[in-house]
């Protein structure tokens, strides 16, 4: 059968890494993606997950809402969340990000299923293998989704997912959408990675190893079956190397069906005009940072040698790297400085900030030694890294000829000290060494070649056995040394041996080696290589094509249309609303009625009483109501009403009296968080006790002209009302408040436009609008979600105080925690005591440790006393059944991304809460 009759209409491209930037396999899709739409234009189609929750807008991804826009509508109709629009790299393909956190709660009715059909063992597997399984299984199911409506029988398509974590996306397709040819490539096996990673020899014992009895070794069954499974159930399986292959064979029980080499496009390299004045601009700011680092001017003519990618102390090889730096400094002959670099992102604390003083102005009278990190680390004392440094005596000395130092923080322009992003980073190197042990392809060393850097890597590298077959390395500066389970040794004097003679090499012969460099990474590029992956897909077809009495008789989704209605002559009505005018000299009563000074006033309250007793009463004592309901009759009885002038300007004397004091307040400012106030029976945003004393602090705060600032929620039916039925059941009944009849005022910038924040929820933004209450002299602000930004579900947030299930609780409480804490920054508020009113708005810490950590760069520990010392929590009830909590499933719905920005283990933010660590605030009853 011809290949071009098997050429695929529709491809769809599942990783973890679409879109998410975390190692390698982003790099493979990512540059291939150019190629991909090339060859394949907008049928060409990458999932990943919808992982960026917190405010910060993902900049991979341009979101496009009239893409598939009619088939969009109807899946999220059917319950699923994702999102369409472009991925922002070279090529722009169509990207949809899922959202596979509805799946929380039927994880156990979907590995069950994949139990029932395929025998996977999910049954041991913690997070780490639910999240990415359910990306795979929700990935799948907006594949068929889109199967469903937009395609024929005569379709043929590839669904293609990358690692074992996406492998369940396989499974469900082969099951329920088998016209899909389903392709599985697995970068690294699980089982590989874990002996090579626990330092047990992996390539002399292979055939050894038991994989059964491996994987309970180390606790990764789920994980090992669902790779396993995925293997011998797809219709085409890949890998990018033969190392790799063999270790399938032993551990999945599989030969893969093709090898697929990892490419690259060459765009993110400069161009030959700019491509000098980027690396001498690179390299400059590289000395002068690290000369600053160690108060030692380093020589601008120093060899720069580079070691990055993840931090896996032996299977990158940063061992035996670090061995042979220290070699090197030993060598006398050695006539060349070098600057050693490692950039592997690590547990660090922040950035070292009395560096960061001196960068500018170094004192290199005083010079400093044993220094190597541009950030803190976390218990650096256990830290690998710097232990080696320490074995090896690498002490930065001024006669060292090697200066190494440790980078723990991702090169992506917000480091705090380059602020570059990698490949900025990389271009200034002259050289650069991945002496691993345990990598599958390795493209590290494939960009410094890309890049003109001369590159040292091993035969269990993928990338250096692919380059050590296809190219001859004539002693040059590139090297692919043999590497097997016993011989560092012998892998740390070649590495010496290659560095000490590059060193030796004029400026011709430096030249010749960087042109060689980049003419060895041009038969790397996707052009070269993609055909590997076309008849990859070229099988899955034909596979799919067996099993066409499955599908053949497969009908297009009927997509109706509404009929056109005749146009019918019919008023068009709108809302208006009107804004009464009064006379000028009544206009004191409106002042009064929009601050709710007036309710804990006296004569203020008796005023209104005196323009119309029975209104007032039948108005429940809405003085803005009440004005609104006076006729212009009655407003000119009242201006003839002497006694009642008198009482009005007296009334406003007070009031402006009052006011004018605000300007007194001190400097330092309260925030006090709350869900309910209660301030008025008119504003119904309370339900007991604990809004009234809310109310009464702001009220008392008001008189004694304390700098406090109210935060709370607007809620369109408040506390519900409680009527008894005929058979003696309670019925509550929820009546919607009229905005226009309270004080309330729109919070608006300088150009007019209503103030919002939003924050991320699961597959969503919510968004807010801010209103203001003035409360005698303390404003109260307050979150209303109820706007067309949200989603029903969403603009009901604050419909109900204290309503809805626990899931609508738990997003209330983020809006007030999280929300409140954006608000103000919204506003350009910095209060210096943050009050939290019970449990409610407890999420305040988080939000504002991150943005320390973040943002200033504090350490985790550091956050936590800043927000310690300035964070007051006061508790009602304090007894377990009096707080609110919210299960761990939640947590991984709502704030997956919180202890990645805190810079912390999933289960230590988990033990935040557990254990009340997370508030440790001052306490009054």
């Known amino acids: 059968m011809s290949q071009n009759i098997l050429n695929p209409d529709y491809i769809f491209e599942t990783s973890w890494e679409v879109c998410n930037k975390v190692g390698g396999i982003y790099t493979v899709i990512s540059t291939k993606a150019k190629t991909m739409v090339n060859e394949y234009k907008d049928n060409y189609i990458a999932i990943g997950p919808d992982v960026w929750k917190d405010n910060i807008v993902n900049p991979e991804f341009i979101e496009d809402k009239y893409l598939y826009k009619t088939w969009r509508e109807e899946a999220e109709a059917n319950g699923l969340r994702f999102r369409i629009g472009r991925w922002n790299i070279n090529g722009n393909p169509i990207v949809i990000l899922v959202d596979f956190t509805p799946y929380f709660a039927e994880k156990d009715k979907v590995f069950a299923s994949m139990w029932e059909y395929y025998k996977l063992d999910s049954l041991s597997g913690q997070w780490d293998y639910i999240e990415p399984a359910l990306f795979g299984y929700a990935a799948a199911k907006v594949i068929e989704s889109f199967y469903d409506y937009n395609l024929t029988a005569f379709d043929k398509i590839i669904a293609h997912f990358h690692e074992w974590m996406t492998g369940t996306g396989v499974l469900y397709l082969k099951k329920f959408v088998p016209q899909i040819g389903t392709v599985f490539t697995t970068h ?234 990698y490949y900025d980073f990389l271009i200034g190197f002259d050289g650069s060494i991945f002496p691993s042990y345990y990598e599958p392809w390795g493209y590290t060393p494939m960009e410094s070649l890309a890049f003109h850097i001369p590159t040292i890597t091993t035969t269990l590298a993928g990338f250096g056995l692919w380059i050590k077959t296809d190219h001859q390395i004539n002693g040059s500066c590139i090297n692919v040394i043999e590497r097997n389970d016993n011989n560092d040794n012998e892998v740390v004097n070649q590495i010496t041996e290659t560095i000490f003679n590059c060193t030796l090499k004029d400026e011709k012969g430096i030249k010749d080696i960087r042109k060689q460099s980049f003419d060895i990474s041009r038969s790397a590029l996707w052009n070269n290589l993609i055909e590997n992956y076309q008849n990859t897909y070229y099988s899955a077809i034909n596979k799919s094509l067996q099993r066409s009495d499955l599908y053949i008789n497969k009908q297009q989704k009927e997509i109706t249309h509404k009929l056109q209605k005749i146009k019918e002559s019919r008023p068009d009505w709108k809302k208006i609303l009107i804004n009464p005018s009064i006379p000028q000299s009544l206009e004191g009563l409106q002042k009064l009625a929009k601050n709710l000074w007036w309710s804990w006033n006296y004569e203020a309250s008796e005023l209104f009483e005196m323009v119309n007793t029975e209104l007032w009463s039948k108005l429940k004592f809405n003085p803005i109501a009440l004005i609104e309901a006076l006729s212009m009759d009655q407003l000119r009885s009242l201006e003839k009403n002497e006694k009642f002038i008198a009482k009005l300007k007296k009334v406003c004397s007070q009031f402006d009296s009052y006011m004018a004091n605000a300007s007194e307040k001190s400097k330092q400012q309260i925030a006090y968080f709350s869900m309910e106030f209660g301030l008025h029976d008119t504003l119904k945003i309370f339900s007991g006790g604990l809004g009234m004393l809310a109310g009464d602090y702001l009220k008392e705060a008001s008189d004694c002209n304390s700098n406090m600032i109210g935060i709370g929620l607007l809620y369109r039916y408040g506390y519900f009302q409680q009527n008894i039925a005929i058979s003696g059941d309670q019925v509550a009944n929820y009546t919607p408040q009229k905005f226009t009849q309270l004080p309330l005022i729109p919070v608006r910038d300088s150009n007019g436009e209503w103030i919002k924040i939003s924050f991320g929820l699961p597959g969503r933004r919510l968004f807010a609008k801010i209103w203001r209450v003035d409360v005698g002299r303390v404003p109260l602000y307050l979150l209303d979600t109820d706007i067309e930004e949200n989603s029903d579900a969403d603009r009901s947030v604050t419909h109900r105080l204290y309503g809805g299930d626990w899931e609508n609780r738990l997003k209330q409480e983020l809006l007030l925690g999280i929300g409140g804490i954006k608000m103000l920054d919204a506003l350009n508020l910095n209060p210096d005591i943050y009050h939290c009113n019970e449990g409610h708005a407890a999420f305040i810490t988080l939000e504002r440790m991150v943005k320390y950590i973040q943002n200033e760069k504090l350490s985790f520990d550091e956050a936590t006393e800043v927000v310690r010392a300035s964070t007051l929590f006061t508790t009602h009830t304090p007894v377990p059944a009096g707080h609110d909590t919210f299960s761990e499933d939640f947590m991984r719905i709502y704030l997956p991304h919180f202890a990645e920005q805190m810079s912390i283990s999933w289960d230590q933010f988990m033990n935040l809460g557990n254990s009340l660590k997370m508030i440790q605030m001052k306490n009054s009853q």
């Open 188 to 421: 690294a096996t699980v089982l590989g990675r874990c002996i090579a990673g626990n330092g047990l020899p992996l390539y002399n014992n292979l055939n050894a190893y038991n994989s059964d009895i491996i994987s309970k070794e180390f606790g990764v069954v789920a994980k090992h079956s669902l790779e396993k499974t995925t293997a011998n159930e797809v219709d085409a399986f890949t890998t990018v190397s033969e190392i790799t292959n063999k270790e399938c064979k032993q551990f999945l029980g599989k030969n893969v069906d093709f090898i697929t080499p990892n490419g690259f496009e060459d765009s993110f390299v400069p161009s030959k005009e700019n491509f000098e004045n980027k690396r001498l601009a690179s390299r400059k700011k590289i000395i002068k940072i690290l000369s600053s680092l160690v108060n030692q001017k380093l020589s601008e003519d120093s060899m720069l040698i580079i070691n990055s990618g993840r931090y896996e102390f032996k299977n990158k090889g940063i061992d035996l790297f670090i061995d042979a730096m220290g070699e090197l400094n030993k060598n006398k002959n050695l006539n060349k400085e070098i600057i050693a670099i490692i950039a592997v992102p690590g547990h660090q604390a922040g950035l070292n900030q009395e560096f960061i003083n001196r960068i500018e102005n170094p004192d290199f009278n005083n010079p400093l030694t044993n220094e190597y990190l541009t950030h803190y680390l976390y218990e650096p004392e256990r830290d690998p890294i710097l232990n080696h440094f320490n074995k090896n005596n690498l002490n930065n000395l001024p006669e060292d000829k090697v200066k190494i130092f440790f980078i723990p923080a991702y090169l992506n322009g917000n480091d705090g000290v380059f602020n570059m992003d």
